[in-house]
């Protein structure tokens, strides 16, 4: 229910795989429709949002979906069929319900469903709006109504042949909105999707609003409020406090602030830091020459938590302030400009990190930042050093005040040796063997820090980072929770996938190790499961609730997931648990395939130590994930032809086999069929992006 960004033979497989049920569920139902929208909306989902999570349908995507990227991407050329998208998508949702496919983390099928009859009134309006089209709709739709055959490449060559020589009539209006939405930022595009990010263990609220309370950065912008009060204090011209008070202000706050021989407040460094900082935080404001608190703040000054919350989201506002041009000589960092972006990428950085991060790689993933964003040529010479080292002192300051926050903390130490055991920036060095315990989801996040377009810089730098990371004590900067816990709310926030381990407690079996299977490394999924065990409160109750949830997904004919679902619950039990269970299972009527499959991949049951009968089990539960893993009838047939020869005689075993999957074996029976026969076509019935087949034959593009 996601794939990487990038795995676009897993995406159609699974997008395949997906339209194919939906259409016969759909039909079982008596419920229209229309497989090539059904397509689109996966589409978005993968291509176009930050998670890619098929399975979570929130009401943003839901609108997102029906008034951009359907009328972005989907060619309703003159004549055509106008195609159902609000239907469509309702019944995917319901689709997804009903087979358990739903993320257990989005909102109810009824808030979906809600969303859907809210966005489908504007929905003809959005799809007939020219200027939301995409730049290839444009075109075609343009050729077409000047009688261009679009399905004739030739034709349509000569159309844009003529276009390009100013010889074609068209919408220059139109045209002109177009590129000015792509320009904007306005346009849905690939390459939207952010990295995963590892579930984070945070303690409850009410414990955080404990420490958010000890906070003194919190203490002094509440004194500030407090002090400002509802009939204000006041300003002078400029908007700064006058002299008189900043000096009272200074010892009411305990601020530090040296106020001898000092003429205006602005020069009171930390002072000005925290009005700037609650001015940013809307919890005070200037009007009429005087400083207000703000009126509806009393119940965020009233709750810590929601303070200190509010005090780290108005860091990203604080850029002036932290390191604005302070005299007329005065030049701003690289980072000045890239203030916002860069704070985020630091901040996701660390989030969710097992060790702490030490500098000079949090460093070195910066200034390949500064080097992407400036277009600063590889190398180093002595410019770039100097401007390097300005935008570091920035970045210390600003790290400064998160620590004074509360929402980071440094200390020295040795860098752990995940951050030196593999060169995880060389592509030479792309198939070396991860270090032991290190998540497969950090090595990720660690490549990504580290990509370089040469290699022979990426060696270099590698060599001299090592060399800095082992030469002694460094400096280690992680998240505090307070931290955590606001960075993930601005996750959320931003539509990423953020678990948080115990937020499935209450989840039922199938969306429970449907997310661990997906989403979670084995530690995380150990406590989580436990979490939500413990919550059922009667142990052997629990595990045939999760073993009746693989065999739910099992008889629901999704095999893969089944199998993922069965492995992550035997990970994620404890002292041998897992394997108990798995070999119970060898006997099971529905699981038994799924089962020795595991057992037989841990290497826990040998071929020798099989029946001929579980051989044959096995055999068949690989050849059909084998076909589902393919994606569609012209996938899998290719996926058969490429087993070679013996994948005759192996098809002809597994169907005499007493697999339960009766149905998939039928299927494969006529699979096979049509692969061995002799008039086959190998790409009769391959899907292909864009050209899916919808409602009556009925073929739109995007």
Not at 16 to 40: I, K, N
């Amino acid at each position: 229910m996601r794939c990487e960004a990038g795995a676009e033979e897993e995406f159609e497989a699974a997008c395949g795989l997906l339209v194919d049920r939906l259409v016969r569920w759909a039909a079982e139902q008596g419920t229209p429709v229309d497989a090539f929208m059904a397509e689109a909306a996966l589409d978005y989902r993968h291509r176009a949002t930050v998670d890619g999570r098929l399975g979570l349908w929130e009401p943003r995507h839901v609108e997102e979906l029906l008034l951009s990227w359907l009328p972005q991407q989907v060619t309703e050329l003159p004549g055509e069929e106008r195609g159902d998208g609000p239907g469509t998508l309702r019944t995917l949702l319901r689709f997804l319900h009903a087979v358990q496919l739903a993320d257990p983390r989005g909102p109810a099928i009824g808030e979906s469903l809600g969303a859907v009859d809210a966005a489908e009134e504007q929905y003809p309006a959005a799809m007939a709006d020219r200027a939301r089209w995409g730049l290839a709709k444009f075109w075609a739709v343009t050729a077409a109504e000047q009688g261009v055959d679009v399905m004739d490449g030739a034709a349509l060559q000569r159309f844009a042949d003529r276009a390009q020589h100013g010889d074609v009539a068209y919408d220059q209006q139109t045209l002109d909105a177009i590129m000015d939405r792509r320009l904007n930022g306005h346009v849905l595009a690939d390459g939207a999707r952010a990295e995963s990010q590892l579930p984070v263990v945070l303690p409850p609220d009410s414990e955080l609003r404990g420490r958010a309370e000890r906070s003194t950065t919190v203490a002094q912008l509440r004194g500030l409020a407090q002090w400002a009060g509802h009939e204000g204090r006041v300003v002078t011209a400029a908007g700064r406090l006058r002299m008189t008070d900043a000096r009272e202000l200074v010892d009411v706050l305990g601020t530090g602030d040296r106020t001898e021989g000092v003429r205006s407040s602005a020069d009171l460094p930390r002072l000005a830091l925290l009005v700037e900082w609650a001015k940013k935080a809307r919890l005070v404001r200037v009007a009429k020459g005087r400083l207000y608190a703000v009126a509806k703040v009393r119940p965020v000054l009233a709750d810590s938590l929601q303070l200190w919350l509010r005090a780290f989201d108005a860091c990203f506002e604080l850029r002036q302030a932290l390191m604005g041009a302070r005299s007329g000589w005065h030049v701003e960092s690289m980072l000045f400009d890239i203030y916002d972006e860069m704070l985020e990428d630091v901040l996701n950085t660390l989030y969710s990190l097992p060790y702490p991060m030490p500098w000079p790689r949090l460093c070195d993933s910066v200034h390949l930042g500064y080097r992407a964003r400036f277009q600063l040529e590889v190398g180093s010479d002595l410019r770039h050093r100097m401007w390097f080292e300005q935008a570091d002192r920035d970045l210390r300051s600003v790290l400064d005040v998160l620590v004074d926050l509360g929402a980071v903390e440094r200390e020295q130490g040795m860098a752990d040796p995940v951050f030196l055991e593999v060169d995880l920036s060389d592509p030479e060095d792309s198939g070396a063997e991860l270090p032991a315990g290190m998540p497969q989801e950090l090595a990720e996040l660690l490549g990504v820090m580290g990509a370089a377009a040469d290699p022979a810089v990426a060696r270099e730098r590698d060599r001299r980072l090592r060399e800095e990371l082992t030469a002694g004590p460094v400096e280690l900067i992680r998240l505090t929770e307070l931290g955590t816990r606001a960075v993930r709310q601005r996750l959320l926030a931003a539509g990423r996938d953020a678990p948080l381990v115990g937020e499935l407690a209450q989840a039922p079996a199938v969306g429970l190790l449907g997310v661990l299977a997906e989403d979670y490394d084995p530690d995380a999924a150990r406590t989580e499961l436990a979490d939500w065990i413990s919550a059922r409160g009667e142990r052997d109750g629990a595990l045939r609730q999760l073993t009746c949830a693989v065999r739910t997904m099992a008889d629901a004919a999704f095999r893969t997931r089944a199998q993922a679902m069965l492995d992550a619950l035997a990970t994620a039990l404890p002292d041998g648990e897992g394997e108990r269970l798995l070999r119970a299972l060898r006997g099971d009527a529905v699981l038994a395939p799924l089962a020795l499959s595991a057992l037989a991949h841990r290497d826990l049951l040998s071929p020798e130590d099989m029946t001929d009968a579980e051989h044959l089990l096995v055999l068949a539960e690989s050849l059909l994930q084998l076909v589902e893993l393919a994606g569609g009838s012209g996938g899998a047939e290719e996926a058969l032809r490429a087993q070679g020869p013996e994948a005759r005689d192996a098809v002809a075993a597994a169907l005499d086999s007493a697999h339960p999957d009766r149905a998939g074996l039928e299927e494969l029976r006529h699979l096979a069929a049509r692969t061995w026969r002799p008039s086959a076509v190998r790409h009769g019935g391959v899907r292909r992006r864009g050209r899916s087949t919808g409602r009556g034959g009925r073929k739109r593009r995007r």
